[in-house]
């Protein structure tokens, strides 16, 4: 079974950093492609961010804040965001595979989420 814990959510003032986790199982987490999407509460899904083996691809609204990385060893998969900003605000998810906005993964093949609050 494909599972996802993400972790390392909280409440932090704008301008603070905070890194958040996920943890894969169930399947070959080295083979695949993964993606950060977010969803702020009474808006629309936002992809975030999506690794692959050596390339990375990021939304215009988090470069040069965000940077997504990888553990494979660990299957784990990570989010470093710095200069928070209120407007990052929302839940943030992993995901299995997708790449861009366009290409949104499966939602049977994300986890459940971790909250992300940011303080003006």
């Known amino acids: 079974e494909v599972q996802f814990v993400e972790s390392g959510g909280g409440v932090v003032q704008s301008g603070e950093p905070l890194r958040i986790s996920c943890v894969a199982s169930?399947?070959?987490?080295?083979?695949?492609?993964m993606t950060w999407i977010r969803q702020a509460e009474g808006k629309g899904l936002e992809w975030v961010a999506s690794?692959?083996?050596?390339?990375?691809a990021y939304a215009y609204s988090v470069r040069d804040r965000f940077t997504i990385s990888r553990d494979d060893s660990k299957n784990t998969l990570y989010l470093q965001m710095n200069n928070l900003r209120p407007e990052d605000t929302a839940r943030y998810y992993c995901?299995?595979?997708?790449?861009?906005?366009?290409?949104?993964?499966?939602?049977?093949?994300w986890g459940q989420g971790t909250q992300v609050t940011v303080l003006a």
């Open positions: 169930g399947f070959n987490f080295c083979c695949y492609a």
């Open positions: 995901a299995r595979g997708g790449w861009g906005s366009s290409s949104l993964p499966p939602r049977n093949y």
């Open positions: 690794t692959g083996k050596s390339n990375t």
